[in-house]
């Protein structure tokens, strides 16, 4: 089945640091992906997504790449903010009529930035 | 426009008891995915429903889960008999399938807990 792997957190980073949170995922077929984020007391929200191969999304200053040969999706940005405080999902997507598009998620990143 | 409402916000029942969580799609929304966000599973996808009919309801956990959706919108989850690790956040999704997009909105999530 499809599964999703990101690295565990807590991550604890400075204000204009570099943040990387790895994400690599196994499924059959070419699924879509997608990086979801969680501020403190919200919704789940969708920040970025890349639905084939090589395609990078990006919002907010966020970035991640579909990496096939590799399997991976991970996010990056340049300099963080207080306001990227949150916890980060990484998720795909299966396009089987089936499935419908349901979201397999990993297990979330918390991200906490200090000033 | 308004997004995806659910309800109730929180709810705290005895062991045992049934419980119904609702939850309002965004209008002309043909899809409606329920998920379950607790501690020690992350975030898993419980049903999806295309319309009225629900394709693949792989991820109810036990024959205690049931859900519906009535006039292609609103959907309740059920929870019979609870037990206490019924507890967590119950999400609810919906997505204009049909379109190029395959993003999911979320409502806000009911907190169940069991006690």
């Known amino acids: 089945g499809n599964s999703v792997t990101q690295m565990e957190g807590p991550v604890t980073l400075s204000e204009e640091a570099f943040l990387t949170i790895n994400c690599t995922y196994t499924?059959?077929?070419?699924?879509?992906l997608f990086w979801y984020v969680q501020y403190p007391g919200e919704g789940l929200q969708l920040l970025l997504k890349a639905t084939k191969a090589d395609d990078k999304g990006s919002n907010k200053g966020f970035e991640a790449t579909y990496r096939k040969e590799t399997t991976s999706f991970h996010l990056e940005k340049g300099s963080v903010q207080v306001s990227d405080s949150a916890v980060y999902f990484c998720?795909?997507?299966?396009?089987?009529?089936?499935?419908?598009?349901?979201?397999?998620f990993g297990g979330g990143t918390r991200v906490l930035v200090k000033p | 426009g308004a997004g995806v409402s659910q309800s109730p916000s929180n709810k705290v029942t005895e062991k045992g008891k049934d419980v119904e969580l609702r939850c309002d799609p965004i209008s002309g929304h043909t899809a409606l995915y329920w998920y379950r966000q607790s501690l020690g599973q992350g975030l898993e996808f419980l049903i999806y429903?295309?319309?009225?009919?629900?394709?693949?309801k792989s991820g109810l956990p036990s024959d205690r889960f049931s859900a519906e959706r009535t006039g292609g919108s609103v959907s309740t989850l059920t929870i019979q008999r609870t037990q206490q690790e019924d507890s967590a956040v119950y999400l609810c999704?919906?997505?204009?399938?049909?379109?190029?997009?395959?993003?999911?909105?979320f409502g806000p999530g009911t907190r169940l807990t069991v006690t």
């Open positions: 499924a059959t077929g070419y699924p879509s």
């Open positions: 429903f295309q319309g009225n009919s629900a394709p693949d």
């Open positions: 999704a919906s997505s204009p399938l049909g379109s190029n997009s395959y993003e999911q909105y």
């Open positions: 998720a795909l997507s299966d396009h089987t009529k089936a499935a419908g598009n349901k979201l397999t």
